[in-house]
T-cell receptor, first 114, second 113 residues
Framework: GQSLEQPSEVTAVEGAIVQINCTYQTSGFYGLSWYQQHDGGAPTFLSYNGLDGLEETGRFSSFLSRSDSYGYLLLQELQMKDSASYFCAVRDFMNSGGYQKVTFGIGTKLQVIP | KAGVTQTPRYLIKTRGQQVTLSCSPISGHRSVSWYQQTPGQGLQFLFEYFSETQRNKGNFPGRFSGRQFSNSRSEMNVSTLELGDSALYLC????????????FGPGTRLLVL
């Protein structure tokens, strides 16, 4: 079956760097996406890795290793507003019916402290 | 461009009733996906529509259904509501089916009593 694992909570200091890991077990893997969700808000897209390597978007970077079924989101120069939940997500095949399915991790709650 | 809009934003129903939620995607986006979010189960994929056809689906019972109109607007219907259906229902739009960049709406918070 499909499953994603990520830490449930992470605490980091303002101005520091934090890495949120995601390991996955899927069939027919297409790529790994990351989303941010503030309390009471909707998820917002951060990045997507379809190929191995690092993708950088401002203070955020995301990495994928398909051979290790592993990826991470790196947040640099942390700001208080980065306190939110971060989800990794994969699109893969369901076991039957030829359908694709999007699976989200349970989310990592990041708390940035002064 | 206007973002993804969902109506209604809040809804209270009782067990056994049915409910219809609506989603209007970003202009030009042809794919709409629906998700259920609960504290215990997180974000779970319901289904994805593209060009008025259901292209992909998750592991939800047949009580959950949807459709998409020619203008890409989508509706989701839940029949015979159960207490466990209380959740935040999110829709997300993308340019094409299987698009990895999805833009989420604010959600409809459904409470089943």
């Amino acid at each position: 079956g499909q499953s994603l694992e990520q830490p449930s909570e992470v605490t980091a200091v303002e101005g520091a760097i934090v890495q949120i890991n995601c390991t996955y077990q899927t069939s027919g893997f297409y790529g790994l996406s990351w989303y941010q969700q503030h309390d009471g808000g909707a998820p917002t897209f951060l990045s997507y890795n379809g190929l191995d390597g690092l993708e950088e978007t401002g203070r955020f970077s995301s990495f994928l290793s398909r051979s290790d079924s592993y990826g991470y989101l790196l947040l640099q120069e942390l700001q208080m507003k980065d306190s939110a939940s971060y989800f990794c997500a994969v699109r893969d095949f369901m076991n039957s019916g030829g359908y694709q399915k999007v699976t989200f991790g349970i989310g990592t709650k990041l708390q940035v402290i002064p | 461009k206007a973002g993804v809009t969902q109506t209604p934003r809040y809804l209270i129903k009782t067990r056994g009733q049915q409910v219809t939620l609506s989603c209007s995607p970003i202009s030009g986006h042809r794919s709409v996906s629906w998700y259920q979010q609960t504290p215990g189960q997180g974000l779970q994929f319901l289904f994805e529509y593209f060009s008025e056809t259901q292209r992909n689906k998750g592991n939800f019972p047949g009580r959950f259904s949807g459709r998409q109109f020619s203008n890409s607007r989508s509706e989701m219907n839940v029949s015979t509501l159960e207490l466990g259906d209380s959740a935040l229902y999110l829709c997300a739009s993308s340019l094409e089916a299987g698009g990895e960049t999805q833009y989420f709406g604010p959600g409809t918070r459904l409470l089943v009593l």
